[in-house]
């Protein structure tokens, strides 16, 4: 570990840190509708859009009335943007006359994007028009974004209620959250990536002449405005195929720094939301300490392992046992401007929040450079996680860890004054088996299938681990991928996304089920033998559940690909 790399790493939490308390705590006043000059400002346009829609503002929801709405939200999403995929040759926005998207890939896209996965099999900058980037995926980059907050927020609300029937209004709550907390940021950052030099336009491509005397076209677009909220959202999707590594996306270290920030600042913010709610902030700070020490510890192992370099570049007759390796680390798939440390923090960034942006190939990791983003995924993306989805995920473990103690102690667990009885038990079992059963369960079908294996042009368990973290992936709804695979046909279409939509919603029904089952209870008055759940045994009961119960499904399969992989490299193979 270089002292840059020390030094990235404590000023980025540092600096994260700071802003979570203050955004929280605003979250929290907008989602319980308290007077603040945000509400205020915006109320006109806010009750505009109810009467527009059909919505009573103030008539809250049972939780399957909460959730028949969200699944009805999403799948007019998946609708819409599917449509505009394939009719874009003929729709206004297309300077390049780019032409109408398959069948299949639409598909794919229009499920990744609703559910805030956005896995992308096609070049975004050769595939998809100036219009389809704005209203379908720019769009849904912000709808998707507030579905996962709104669900946190009525999980959230489980337990702050006692002996009540609803959990919240889905309409005003995803209303809200977009009005008054994407779309201001979003904005901010916007303007702050074209100050940088991110492009922000409709122009038509264009040609220039290199210094080698060729010629090379750029390809030109609204590329800020969607930057902008698939950090903010932890969506993920990029303008281009080369993600945030394209300077035009990412133009600068302070662009990649804020990026950086903006992946981990709602779902860090939420926390502080979280202890808010529930009327204790310890509670709050208790869950951001579980994820800051995984965070913590993934980030320093992805690092440590990039810097050590691949042993098979050793120099010339110098013994390999000694460990010489490339000097300086493996520089391979790296982005040059921004180096291994960079590169390595934006990995474990990404792959911890749900977000899928890279700026360095993941292909060409290190077998345990790469090993250590395909556990934050299989964790359940829990180690702050997606915008909404790592909250209510990390809660769902709480409920576990709780449960846990209690058959320890022999005693009815409790969390936060709600007991946790046998129906809790099983969402929290669906909810946590749901998304193994997608991921293991894809890589097997398509390793044994032909469609499957010929998609993989890395053979072994390089390739193996391909396919992994593909499905991996999709089914924790991040997007990244090592890249290697070719998935953009018919079969890796269609499977994935059928892995995205239900690693998405099948773990939200059983999460808002939970919420109305929360609600409906008495909160209990905390005695001598109620487990404290806000100090540091908490925290070590809840990392410990995390680790066990979310990684443990996956131990067999990590074993025939970045285990193998690596034992065979450093045995010279």
Known sequence: MTSHAWLLLGFFLLVLLTLIKPLGIYIADVMEGRSTWALRLGDPIESATYRLCGVRK???????????????????????????????????????????????????????????????GYAGESTMS??????????QNFLSAATGIVVAIALIRGFARHTA?????????????????????????????????????FAAYQDVTT????????????VASQEAIKMIGTNGGGFFNANSAHPFENPTPLTNFFQMLAIFLIPGAL?????????????????????????????????????????????AGVDQAASATQAGGNMEGKETRFGIADSGLFAAITTSASCGAVIAMHDSFTPLGGLAPLILMQLGEVVFGGVGSGLYGM????????????????????????????YEMKMTSIAILVTPLLVLGGTAVAVMTVSGRAGIFNPGAHGFSEVLYAFTSVGNNNGSAFAGLSANTPFYNVLLAIAMWFGRLAVIVPVLAMAGSLAAKKRLAATAGT?????????????????????????????????????????GH
């Open 58 to 120: 103030n008539e809250e929801m049972g939780w399957l009335h909460y959730a028949l709405a969200i699944l009805l939200f999403n799948g007019l999403g998946v609708l819409a943007v599917y449509a505009l995929q394939r009719l874009q040759l003929w729709l206004p926005l297309n300077p390049q006359q780019l032409g109408n998207v398959s069948p299949d890939s639409a598909f794919n896209t229009a499920v990744s994007f609703v559910t805030n996965t956005n896995w992308q």
């Open 395 to 422: 809660l769902v473990f709480a409920i576990m860890a709780v449960f846990i103690a209690g058959l320890m102690i022999g005693r009815t667990p409790e969390y936060l004054g709600k007991k946790i009885e046998a």
């Open 271 to 315: 926390c502080h939301t979280f202890g808010r709610l529930v009327g204790d902030a310890r509670q709050g700070w208790a869950v951001l300490a579980a994820m800051t020490i995984l965070f913590v510890v993934a980030a320093l192992a992805v690092i440590y392992f990039e810097q050590q370099g691949n042993p098979l570049f050793a120099a």
């Open 531 to 571: 487990l404290p759940t806000h100090g540091p045994l908490f925290v070590t009961l809840l990392i410990g559940t995390v680790l066990l119960v979310g990684l443990l499904n996956y131990v067999p399969a990590l074993a025939l690909g970045p285990v193998v992989e690596h034992l065979m490299l450093w045995a």
């Open 211 to 222: 210094l080698e005397n060729a010629t090379q076209t750029l390809a030109m677009g609204p």
């Open 130 to 139: 100036y219009l389809t980037q704005m209203l379908a995926l720019t769009v």
């Open 165 to 201: 029937q609803s959990v919240g209004n889905a309409w005003v709550d995803l209303t809200r959250i977009t009005f008054y907390v994407l779309l201001p940021l979003a904005l901010a950052f916007a303007v702050v990536l074209v100050s940088q030099g991110a492009i922000q336009n």
